[in-house]
């Protein structure tokens, strides 16, 4: 059977108090002092025997002990003046059968000095704290403007231009293109132009979260609500995009199941939280992006037709980088310029072979293969001129396209612009080209397969399993 504290030796505790609370008095109900040990009676000046039995507002000066024990509400960390000081109280009520009976208080700090004392000593978590803080806030602000949109050709400035329109409303908007076109740029943007702009901007990829998980990453959970969940619960992405915007990259690999909620939420503006009951209301917008063609998948009953309609009140098409090659080179040169003062290497510039062979490029990465590319070209570079030898393999050795006056006639010209295989097997040939295809996806995609996945638009699965056929590593 346990024991309680009352099998404790009586001698004890004082010692107890005295090592738990330096300076402790209580009061009964009308604020009589029924206890008050010795550190807090030299505190005040007085001693244990001429402060019992007194109301301890004539004890204990500027003390609101008696209007605790009567009202039964705590005051913690309350700042009160005495003997010419500061000190820091808390005052706790005490019940007996559930019946108000009287009040304990204790002093933190006698005084200011040793406020001070103690401060300094958690200083430094302190400091840690605001650090984190900070960096969080930070985070969950918007990085980029419509001045970080480069580019001039008709499709994009369109396409640019209408972000800037919608992005003073609270309307969701769908972006769509391929990936590595800058979708989360053009996130970033609409954000920091809106009104939400001092609000969160809270971005969340659907793909790259296991279905397990997104449940309570989008929503939150409540404590308990299944095994490894942190105390006390977790707040969603919702909930901290409140008054913001949330930026759900990669929808349309967002699982069926989800769908649904996903659609309860942006119809009711509010969430509820995985294990919880109450409804937390959530004032959000909402701009999805996705690489998909949300459309068929609609039609093939892999997307929610209701959801996609409630995401797409505003569509916005962002070209990919082979249909505005007249940006290339103003997009070249704004990613050297930051890639410089990463690198500490500045005035980078292009030879005119180089400008030729990007121009040449079909650029299925887009504008992230763009950015590899000269990335890795400053890593080899020596001077500050990127020349043809310091272009990827897979960029120096592809065919260039005749010119105009070196075609005899159409037969020719389909002859010059098709790749030359030997004659074989129509199999065998089509898997060449297969392979050709995952390598240059590869290439493009700095070894990364998911992103090579995405770039060839298979799944993951299927792009592991022809890897493995061609032994591919």
């Known amino acids: 059977m346990a024991r309680g504290f009352e099998s404790v030796p009586y001698s004890w505790h004082e010692q107890i108090i005295n090592l738990l609370a330096e300076r402790v008095v209580i009061v009964d109900r009308e604020g009589i002092i029924l206890y008050i040990n010795e550190p807090y009676s030299e505190f005040i000046g007085t001693t244990v025997e001429k402060a019992l039995g007194r109301p301890v507002q004539d004890v204990i000066e500027n003390s609101r002990m008696h209007i605790v024990a009567k009202a039964g509400e705590a005051e913690l960390a309350a700042v009160q003046p005495i003997n010419g000081s500061e000190m820091i109280a808390n005052r706790y009520p005490l019940y007996e059968n559930g019946e108000l009976a009287g009040a304990m208080g204790t002093v933190m700090f006698r005084s200011p000095e040793e406020w001070r004392m103690y401060k300094s000593k958690i200083q430094f978590l302190v400091d840690e704290l605001k650090y984190y803080q900070t960096k969080v806030q930070r985070d969950l602000k918007s990085k980029y403007s419509f001045n970080d949109l480069i580019g001039m050709s008709p499709a994009f400035l369109a396409a640019k231009k209408l972000a800037e329109r919608v992005s003073t409303s609270h309307s969701s908007v769908l972006l769509m293109g391929e990936s590595g076109t800058g979708k989360e740029l053009f996130a970033h943007a609409i954000h920091h132009n809106s009104i939400r702009f001092s609000a969160p901007f809270v971005a969340i ?45 990669e929808i349309g690999d967002m699982p069926l199941s989800m769908q649904s909620k996903l659609l309860r939420v942006l119809q009711e503006k509010e969430v509820q939280r995985v294990g919880g009951s109450k409804s937390i209301p959530v004032d959000v917008r909402i701009i999805a992006a996705t690489h998909r063609d949300l459309e068929k998948m609609v039609a093939e009953g892999e997307f929610r037709h ?49 400008k030729e062979k990007l121009m040449e490029h079909a650029w299925p990465g887009n504008i992230r293969e763009l950015e590899n590319v000269l990335e890795r070209c400053i890593n080899v570079l020596d001077g500050k001129t990127i020349q043809l030898e310091h272009l990827p393999l897979y960029l120096r050795d592809q065919e260039t396209k005749p010119d ?70």
């Open 404 to 473: 105009d006056k070196n075609v005899q006639n159409p037969i020719n010209a389909d002859r010059a612009n098709t790749p030359s295989f030997p004659i074989q097997p129509l199999k065998e040939t089509l898997a060449l080209v297969e392979k050709q295809a995952i390598q240059q996806a590869l290439a493009a995609a700095e070894g990364n397969k998911m992103e090579a996945a995405k770039l060839l638009e298979i799944g993951k699965t299927s792009f592991y399993e022809k890897c493995k056929i061609y032994g591919i590593k």
């Open 205 to 249: 990829n659907c793909a790259s979260i296991p279905e397990n998980l997104l449940e309570s990453v989008l929503y939150g959970y409540e404590d308990g609500a299944f095994t490894g969940a942190k105390k006390g619960g977790k707040m969603g992405q919702f909930e901290i995009a409140d008054g913001g915007t949330l930026f759900l990259d």
């Open 306 to 354: 209701d959801l996609y309609y409630r995401l797409n009140v505003i569509k916005i098409e962002i070209p990919p980088l082979r249909k505005r090659k007249e940006d290339i080179q103003l997009i070249s040169m704004s990613l050297l310029k930051k890639l410089g003062n990463r690198f500490y290497r500045k005035e980078i510039g292009l030879s005119d072979e180089v």
